[in-house]
Structure formats: C-alpha cells, structure tokens
C-alpha cells in the first residue's frame, strides 16, 4: 500500500523562487493536511481539507496556498519563497475528524 | 488554547530495559484524543499507540503502553523491552473531538528523542 506520498523527498529553492509540494494519497481519505516541522519543535499545521474543494487555514498559512480537486491530492504552493520557510513539510491523510492520521514521509525545503 | 509539553528533549535506555517518557497537556475540553506519534530518522511519522479521552483503560500496543491521568492532564508512554530500532523522536499529540464537521488539527509537543544503547 503507497498510504500518503510526498514529493519531492528534497528541495533548494532560491529566494522568491515558487514551487508547488505534492501529495497524493490511495486511501479514499476525506481529510489532508499540511504540516511544517521547523528544526527542535514539534508539527504545526499550515492548512487542511475536510473534502474535495473544500480547505481551511491552519496555524501558519502565511506564504502558502492550496487546492483540493480531487480527493486523492493535495498540492501545498509557496509563492516567494523565503528563508523562514525552510522546514520540512509533511503531508497527512485522515479518514475522518476522528481517526489517526497518516503521513508522507516528508520533504525537506532549504530556501537560500 | 490547548498546549502539549515535552519535559524531556532527551532519554537513553539500555536494550531490553524499560523508559517511560513525560507528556502533559493542557485543555479545558473534557472530549479529546491523545496520541504518540515515533519519528525514525527516515522522518515517517509513524502512529505509536492512540487513547480516547473518554476511555479510562489505558491503551496498549504490544511493549509500548499508555499511563493516561485524565484529571493530571498527563499522558505518558512506556516502552518494554526496548530495541534498537525504538530509537528515534517521540512526539506526543492531542487533537479535541470533533463535533461539527470540522476538523480539529493535532498539536504536537516538542519531542523526546530517544536513544537506545546496545
């Protein structure tokens, strides 16, 4: 079973450069998420998705955007990108509200 | 605001020893969920053992286990028998119940990491 994948696994980006992180996940999930991992702290989130075409902000959205067409993905964008966004990005998916969630295996962004 | 501590940033246990690592919450919910979550270096995130607030027995997973002292707020994890492959960070979450079609984030604390020594 795939679960959640996460691509890229590693990125350079370079000051004010734009990218977009995938995540797709096989497990006919209703809910995803963003998280951002920052080096000594613990996963806060940045935005989810309760369902197809439906996201909301999470604790630090702030130079990031999503989308949510399909159920199955969940494309995190940075737009100028900055210093600050260095972190590592995991992707999550969730049956419900309720349920545990899912991870991807992460993807470490240095912004230079 | 709900807020999750990690008192212990690290913790070494000897191979097939015991380690109990400290986690404290504060909320002023009474429905809610508590996980632990382990953090190899691969970086997956990987589900350890998961407890309902509203469940006084505690959770157990093979050798990991839960002490879940609901009016103490604090949720610790114990690991049997520890191996080498137990090594990695421990981050402890709580995610509120939901009950409005919402969803409710998980808030992490800032991990212990957990060193297994042969």
């Known amino acids: 079973n795939a679960g959640v994948t996460q691509t890229p696994k590693f990125r350079i980006l370079k000051i004010g450069q734009s990218m977009t992180l995938q995540c797709t996940q096989d497990?006919?999930?209703?809910?995803m998420y963003w998280y951002r991992q920052d080096p000594g702290m613990g996963l806060k989130l940045i935005y989810y998705?309760?369902?197809?075409?439906?996201?909301d902000k999470g604790e630090v959205p702030n130079g990031y955007n999503v989308s949510r067409s399909t159920t199955e993905d969940f494309p995190l964008r940075l737009e100028l990108a900055a210093p600050s966004q260095t972190s590592v990005y995991f992707c999550?998916?969730?049956?419900?509200?309720?349920?545990?969630?899912?991870f991807g295996q992460g993807t470490r962004l240095t912004v230079v | 605001a709900q807020t999750v501590t990690q008192s212990q940033p690290e913790m070494s246990v000897q191979e097939a020893e015991t380690v109990t690592l400290s986690c404290t919450y504060d909320?002023?919910?009474?429905?809610?969920?508590l996980f632990w979550y382990k953090q190899p270096p691969s970086r997956q995130m990987i589900l350890v053992i998961r407890?309902?607030?509203?469940?006084?027995q505690n959770a157990t997973e093979n050798r990991f286990s839960v002490n879940f002292q609901k009016a103490a707020k604090s949720f610790s994890l114990k690991i049997s028998d520890s191996q080498l492959g137990d090594a990695a960070m421990y981050f402890c979450?709580?995610?509120?119940?939901?009950?409005?079609?919402?969803?409710?984030?998980?808030?992490f604390g800032t991990g212990t990491l957990l060193a297994v020594q042969p």
């Open positions: 979450a709580y995610k509120k119940v939901n009950y409005g079609g919402a969803t409710n984030k998980l808030i």
């Open positions: 999550a998916s969730s049956y419900s509200g309720e349920t545990e969630a899912f």
């Open positions: 909320t002023s919910e009474s429905d809610y969920y």
């Open positions: 998705s309760v369902g197809a075409g439906i996201t």
């Open positions: 407890q309902e607030a509203y469940k006084q």
């Open positions: 497990m006919n999930h209703n809910y």
